[in-house]
């Protein structure tokens, strides 16, 4: 089945305390990016990767890292998570090119007390 | 202004009707334009493309793009409870690479 598995799913932590979100996708696609999605804001772009080891900030870069080392695999990375990032994560994943459809992930909903 | 605008609602239809959401955006040179549906807690599904002027139509589903008004609407035909959730506008701006998306209009089927 193509899909895109995102783990943990539920992760409640503390300030300053390092975590990372795996991100993994079965369909051999080049494109792979991270949002978060917030009430009246929307789903807003951290990074994206066009492929291995190329990656870019998004719309809100700051405070987050990402990888590529491997095609299927993109890793969100807290360094230092702090309260202003408890938010629902989406990974997603395509093809690249005009309307090539992003699959989603099932989101990470992440508290940081 | 935000890029991209969407009425947040809840916009109610009764069983059978026609729903119609709206979304604008700022980017005059926007070139590809997206709808999302996504479910409560779930993540989000696209469920029409579209790149040119005019309509374009898949099942109950028709978008329209109309670039010199700058909106891009969605219309779904015969609406069932089953279409009660919320739908993300996503345009892919000029020179850039990623989706900005709506706020989403949360969409209420009452049976």
Not at chain 1, 52 to 70: A, F, H, I, M, N
Not at chain 2, 47 to 76: C, H, P, W
């Amino acid at each position: 089945e193509a899909q895109v598995t995102q783990n943990p799913r539920y992760l409640i932590t503390v300030t300053g305390k390092k975590l990372t979100v795996t991100c993994s996708q079965n369909m051999n696609h080049e494109y792979m990016s991270w949002y978060r999605q917030d009430p009246g804001l929307g789903l807003r772009q951290i990074y994206y990767s066009m492929n291995v080891e190329v990656t870019d900030k998004g719309d809100v870069p700051e405070g987050y890292k990402v990888s590529r080392k491997e095609k299927r695999n993109f890793p969100l990375i807290l360094e230092s998570p702090s309260p202003n990032q408890t938010s629902l994560y989406f990974c997603a994943s395509s093809f690249p090119g005009q309307g090539r459809e992003q699959y989603f992930g099932p989101g990470t909903r992440l508290t940081v007390t | 202004q935000k890029e991209v605008e969407q009425n947040s609602g809840p916009l109610s239809v009764p069983e059978g009707a026609i729903a119609s959401l709206n979304c604008t955006y700022s980017d005059r040179g926007s070139q590809s334009f997206f709808w999302y549906r996504q479910y409560s807690g779930k993540s989000p599904e696209l469920i029409m493309s579209i790149y040119s002027n005019g309509d374009k139509e898949d099942g109950r589903f028709t978008a329209q793009l109309n670039k010199a008004s700058q909106y891009v609407s969605l219309l779904i035909r015969d609406s069932q409870p089953s279409d009660s959730a919320t739908y993300l506008c996503a345009v892919k701006g000029t020179g850039r690479r990623a989706l900005t998306f709506g706020s989403g209009t949360r969409l209420q089927v009452q049976p």
